[in-house]
């Protein structure tokens, strides 16, 4: 017992203490993110599986073929069914002899530009107030990390792919004076216009680690090697001797990668320790290109008022940290008010985060992909490994935060499920290591189908907590609809529009020789408690500034204060056990629970079992 209550005393202290003052952060700054960063609810969008809006501008086997597939995209490719059963394999990919993980990298649904327009009052009654992106450049992939075009927004995500591949055509890499806007380009810029006009923040996705094989700079040193002017631009480990029959000619990949040739990194100081930062730059000419992509997209035409707010930024501890300054003292000439929201990962993976320290400052990023506060809140919410009681997480997540200057603690990116991660619901469902043989495809026991009932009310219970918590909320397109599905490619689903009636789903964690389906479809339910929570977010500033402190964190039950300097209060509590319990107020007087609309007088109340509430004091 006294080592139960010292746990809980510690956790308590160390967060009082951290959330409280500015001077106990090592690493305190006295810049900060934009104001905005901290009040914003992020939605992220995977355009090309979020909804096909023109039949027209479907992908083709010309636009989605490259040279270093695995193997070539059949001649009876077509685009897949948006309704058809996810575990399915499409005619024209069951003759290939691949089987269905590797048949799904050339899968294509027609998500587009238009099927974004077409959601927009969607988006708006959601309530979300910023959009990030997953690369919308022109790319062969599904995923467009590996460009064709940086400047260019992929053909068919526009009204006229044809007419776009002319006008690229045209154009010199080397020369911006010749970049044209694109039908696609002028549709994105149309759409950044109306989500800004709706009060919707717009950052976009890019990796300045690697571009595809397609990317001009690269077509042109295969074919010239030395002789291009482009040669220094990626890390060549030999070039091809014309002088003998053979092909010699060698270069580094990311992850050994082959379709995505890595951009060469120049002045590196010492050693590269994966999972750690390291000093040095990026070729310069790669850099010069990369730094007019960013100035196109910020201010297009000179004109920051049509640009976008900012940049999520791939695999960014791949990058030296003195391109990263640079880079952030370029685009803050542009626009003070862009965010720059890198993704920095693993340390060692499946069981160590980065530290994000180094990343965020005013020199580097104004946030991270905030994945090291998910996982403690996964170990107390869903009991995932590594598990947690109430006063583990608080001290876990007190070290999290303690990582983070002060004022960059509020305008993290609160992720929990990305394109990259289990959706939420599937990672609850499974309580192994986070994203470690997590999918069917790696681990055949894995539950890839409709999670159990408790599963959805332990979800609703993070999710309050999530929305209550410091840093800004992330949704994941489709987690809102009560989506599931494992590790990449699992999470990539075409999203379940309510509009639309889905084929049943395999489950594939069945007995072979077995049979089980899912229904699947838009769940209303869930839908509406995202809303709810987006709205007490948004009515309640106190969520977004506002210091956290525990009050309670012993065994099963957790709660927390948040409060402002202008005196406003909350208190969210949650209760993760099978029994009901007391729960001591921090204020005397008449509350209502946000979440239920029920009220309560006195200085406590009773928590249900496996149930969050969240209060507001009537004064």
């Not at 040279?67 to 575990?87: L, R």
């Not at 990030?132 to 927004?153: C, G, Q, T, V």
């Not at 300045?208 to 060549?236: C, R």
Request: some cysteine.
């Amino acid at each position: 017992m006294k080592r139960i209550l010292y746990a809980v005393f510690t956790g308590f202290l160390m967060l009082a203490l951290m959330i409280s003052c500015k001077t106990n952060s090592p690493d305190a700054m006295t810049d900060s993110p934009p104001e905005w960063s901290k009040n914003v609810i992020w939605y992220q969008i995977f355009v090309e599986r979020f909804n096909n809006g023109d039949l027209s501008n479907d992908p083709t086997i010309q636009t989605i073929s490259t040279p270093t597939a695995s193997f070539p995209v059949p001649e009876d490719w077509s685009v897949t069914p948006w309704t058809s059963d996810w575990y399915t394999q499409e005619p024209w990919a069951s003759k290939t002899g691949h089987g269905l993980r590797e048949t799904m990298q050339h899968r294509r649904y027609g998500g587009d530009l238009q099927g974004i327009f077409d959601k927009l009052d969607y988006l708006t009654d959601l309530g979300i107030t910023a959009i990030y992106f997953n690369p919308l450049n022109d790319a062969p992939s599904l995923h467009k990390y590996d460009a064709r075009h940086y400047h260019h927004i992929d053909v068919n995500f526009g009204p006229d792919p044809e007419g776009d591949m002319q006008i690229i055509a045209s154009e010199d890499l080397s020369d911006p004076e010749t970049w044209k806007w694109t039908s696609a380009d002028k549709m994105f810029l149309r759409l950044v216009e109306e989500l800004h006009s709706r009060g919707i923040r717009v950052i976009v996705d890019f990796s300045w680690n690697h571009t595809g094989v397609l990317f001009p700079a690269w077509k042109d040193l295969i074919e010239n090697q030395q002789n291009s002017q482009y040669k220094d631009w990626y890390e060549v480990i030999t070039w091809d001797d014309l002088k003998t029959p053979e092909n010699e000619f060698q270069y580094k990949g990311w992850l050994n990668i082959m379709s995505l040739p890595e951009l060469r990194k120049t002045n590196v100081v010492g050693e590269r320790k994966h999972g750690f930062p390291f000093e040095g730059n990026i070729d310069n000419g790669a850099k010069k290109h990369i730094f007019e992509v960013t100035k196109r997209w910020l201010a297009p035409d000179g004109d920051v008022g049509k640009g976008i707010d900012g940049f999520r930024l791939d695999v960014a501890e791949q990058i030296p940290m003195g391109f990263w300054r640079d880079y952030n003292a370029y685009v803050k000439s542009i626009n003070p008010e862009a965010y720059l929201v890198g993704e920095i990962w693993w340390e060692k993976w499946p069981d160590d985060f980065m530290n994000p320290a180094p990343y965020t400052n005013d020199s580097v990023f104004d946030a991270v992909m905030f994945y090291q506060a998910y996982r403690p809140a996964r170990g107390f919410f869903a009991e995932g490994y590594p598990k947690f009681d109430a006063a583990g997480f608080a001290a876990e997540i007190t070290k999290e935060w303690n990582n983070v200057a002060e004022p960059y603690r509020y305008g993290m990116m609160n992720v929990s499920a990305t394109h990259d991660s289990p959706r939420l619901l599937s990672c609850f469902a499974n309580k192994g290591k986070y994203k470690f043989r997590a999918s069917p495809h790696e681990d055949t026991a894995y539950i890839s189908g409709r999670p159990d009932e408790e599963t959805y009310q332990r979800v609703k219970m993070y999710l309050a907590h999530q929305f209550t918590s410091i840093g800004s909320p992330h949704i994941w397109n489709g987690d809102e609809f009560g989506m599931w599905g494992g590790d990449d490619p699992d999470e990539r689903k075409p999203l379940w529009w309510d509009n639309l009636k889905f084929d049943d789903e395999t489950r594939t964690n069945i007995k072979p020789g077995t049979k089980q389906f899912d229904k699947v479809g838009f769940n209303h339910d869930l839908f509406n408690y995202y809303k709810k929570l987006i709205s007490i977010r948004k009515q309640n500033p106190v969520l977004s500034d506002g210091n956290l402190t525990f009050t309670s964190s012993d065994g099963n039950i957790m709660s927390y204060t948040r409060e402002n300097k202008a005196g406003h209060i909350m208190f969210a509590a949650f209760n993760t056990g099978a029994s009901e319990t007391t729960i001591n107020l921090p204020f005397e007087g008449n509350f209502t629970d946000l979440l239920t609309g029920n009220t309560g007088k006195g200085k406590s109340f009773i928590l249900a079992p496996m149930t969050a509430v969240i209060l507001k004091p009537e004064n």
